[in-house]
């Protein structure tokens, strides 16, 4: 048996369960009698180019499981979108050291960058396996029934509404909150897990996947506000006119402020905190509600200490060992996908592998079913979806229960 060097890298976004997929790997790796060593990259591909490796070979088993119950990424990570040149620098640098299998944990850039260089290492006649091992709380993969890391983030976003509905019902008032996901509504979608009973929020949810026109947003508050006395709201940060202008771009424009543009020109959705706070002068000056507040779950929900799925860590976990064994035992080259298997009751996943043409640069959304007719709420097969990805139940949020006492010095209404 040939010589085995494995590199592993994790890139974007960390998540609650990217270290689980990195121990994942790492522990699989060792039942290979051929295997010669285990790096890791520090800071994604970045750290290839810089030869920035640490030896994880004979890293202790006990600390590594405690690397894996821990969120954020233990590597570091990096947001280079590496094009053919830079897939070439790191190309070099994995023939110097021998490397003979790549892995990548990450989302479709992460993906695309494994399939770049897959192409520049068969061009050059390198021998390299390349395996992408799926990651993303915005669950916008193609091919997957769902992503690692999504489940616990929805999660936190269906924990952290019930709370902020609880309160809301406590100090009536609109309360906005935006989430994060620029073309895909998925996470913002999971505040529906957060309702108990029949009038509890979020009242209304808005995704990219659907065209919002702030006239209808606002009718849409004050019917809810006037049935309840209260309205709770979450809004995807990509929501768009129907031409596709975010509205964020659209209100500050109104209120003739500028938007916020990242290092790849887009314009900077939630992490400044502007939608909710647009939204929220909207409400106040054309509602004429008193009591209104917002938002922003920017980082909040990627790696939140103690609010971690149990089926997403397993799952997190078997991506990780499962890229390994279809590297390293059968050479292949592709993109670890999740599936539900449907043939069977109750949930139960299963994995597969798929080319990574079919993951690169590609962006999947919420499907039709999912989100109602009016486009402001999630439909009962969305929750049928999410529910069992959660894990274990979340926590039940009690009332009193008591009667009103009879008023003695006013007419009963």
Excluded: W
């Amino acid at each position: 048996m040939s010589p085995v060097k494995l590199l592993i890298a994790q890139g974007g976004g960390p998540t609650a369960v990217i270290n689980q997929s990195l121990v994942g790997a790492v522990l699989a790796a060792r039942a290979f009698p051929n295997l010669q060593a285990v790096y890791g990259a520090r800071h994604g591909v970045r750290g290839v180019l810089h030869e920035d490796f640490v030896d994880l070979t004979g890293e202790d088993i006990n600390h590594l499981e405690r690397v894996a119950a821990t969120p954020a990424s233990a590597l570091g990570s990096t947001r280079d979108k590496p094009d053919e040149a830079y897939c070439l620098q790191m190309l070099e640098v994995i023939k110097a050291h021998g490397i003979t299998h790549f892995l990548y944990i990450g989302g479709n850039d992460s993906s695309d960058t494994v399939r770049i260089l897959m192409e520049q290492a068969a061009r050059s006649g390198h021998e390299l396996a390349g395996l992408h091992i799926p990651k993303t709380i915005d669950n916008d993969l193609m091919g997957n029934d769902h992503t690692p890391g999504f489940p616990s983030a929805a999660k936190f976003v269906a924990q952290a509404f019930a709370g902020a509905d609880l309160y809301n019902a406590a100090l009536p008032g609109v309360y906005v909150a935006v989430v994060m996901g620029r073309h895909a509504g998925f996470l913002t979608a999971a505040s529906a897990l957060a309702r108990q009973g029949v009038d509890d929020g979020p009242h209304l949810i808005y995704l990219p996947e659907r065209a919002l026109d702030i006239d209808r947003f606002l009718a849409d508050v004050k019917a809810v506000h006037e049935r309840l006395g209260r309205c709770v709201v979450a809004v995807s940060e990509g929501v768009h006119d129907t031409s596709g202008v975010p509205l964020i771009s659209q209100l500050a424009q109104r209120r003739g402020a500028g938007v916020e543009r990242d290092a790849h020109g887009n314009v900077q959705l939630s992490g400044t905190g502007a939608l909710a706070d647009l939204l929220c002068e909207e409400i106040k000056a054309r509602l004429g509600i008193k009591r209104v507040r917002g938002d922003t779950f920017g980082y909040l929900q990627r790696s939140f200490l103690g609010c971690v799925s149990d089926v997403d860590a397993r799952e997190a976990r078997d991506v990780g060992a499962v890229a390994v064994r279809l590297a390293l035992k059968h050479g292949a080259t592709g993109s670890v996908a999740v599936r539900r298997d449907s043939t069977v009751p109750g949930y139960v996943s299963e994995y597969a592998l798929q080319p990574l043409e079919a993951v690169a640069a590609k962006t999947r959304v919420m499907e039709d079913a999912f989100i109602n007719a009016a486009g402001n709420d999630v439909t009962p097969a969305f929750v049928d979806y999410l529910r069992p990805l959660l894990g274990s139940a979340l926590p039940q949020a009690e009332r009193l229960r008591g009667r009103a006492v009879a008023k003695r010095l006013k007419p009963q209404e």
